[in-house]
């Protein structure tokens, strides 16, 4: 909140990056932070403690940051970054992705099934359509995202998608109208920018 008891608007926060040295909004970065050692470790969520150090939102700005070791240089002292940096940030983006679609369904707003998706598809209802990255592609092609080819997830298997509708395996599923399609499409476009297909 604000002083003045209104809500914060985190959009307009921007950061600069330690690799390209542009100012973005806090959305098109990671946030890292330094930790037990000097090492760092990111920081998704944007709650550790200590002062962050921003870097752009895809797989080439992590490695070339840990690479020349720029989050020293950001962290104002000499600190370690694993060279499986940018791997460890794109495993914490899917389970991020996975929860957000596991919130979805606890709350009614997710489906799964091809008869239920391409009902929602046809009614409007269904403003994300997630497909099983390892679904056959014939199978696959039978349905199309509701909103253009940004709306249609194809980054997670069907074991994940299982796993967060309850279930063994889940090919074909849907984001129903309501509170988690920007949260969905933005871990994935996250994951997008880590070099994942999604």
């Not at 707003?109 to 359509?129: H, N, P, Y």
Request: hydrophobic letters at 40%; charged letters at 30%; proline letters at 4%.
């Amino acid at each position: 909140m604000t002083r003045g008891g209104h809500p914060k608007d985190r959009s307009e926060t921007k950061r600069k990056c330690i690799v390209s040295g542009e100012v973005c909004p806090n959305e098109k970065l990671i946030r890292f932070v330094v930790g037990p050692e000097a090492k760092i470790y990111p920081d998704l969520g944007h709650k550790l403690p200590g002062r962050g150090i921003w870097v752009t939102a895809d797989r080439a700005s992590i490695e070339k940051a840990v690479k020349k070791g720029l989050f020293s240089r950001g962290a104002k002292m000499k600190v370690s970054a694993d060279d499986g940096l940018a791997d460890q940030v794109e495993s914490l983006v899917r389970h991020r992705l996975l929860q957000a679609v596991s919130m979805a369904r606890k709350t009614g707003r997710a489906i799964c099934g091809l008869e239920k998706v391409k009902a929602a598809l046809v009614s409007g209802e269904a403003d994300v359509l997630l497909q099983a990255s390892d679904g056959s592609e014939r199978g696959k092609s039978a349905l199309r995202p509701p909103n253009g080819e940004d709306s249609r997830i194809e980054a997670l298997s069907g074991d994940e998608l299982g796993l967060a509708f309850g279930r063994d395996n889940v090919i074909h599923a849907a984001i129903l109208s309501g509170g988690f399609t920007d949260r969905v499409l933005f871990e994935a476009g996250r994951l997008r920018a880590l070099g994942k297909t999604v």
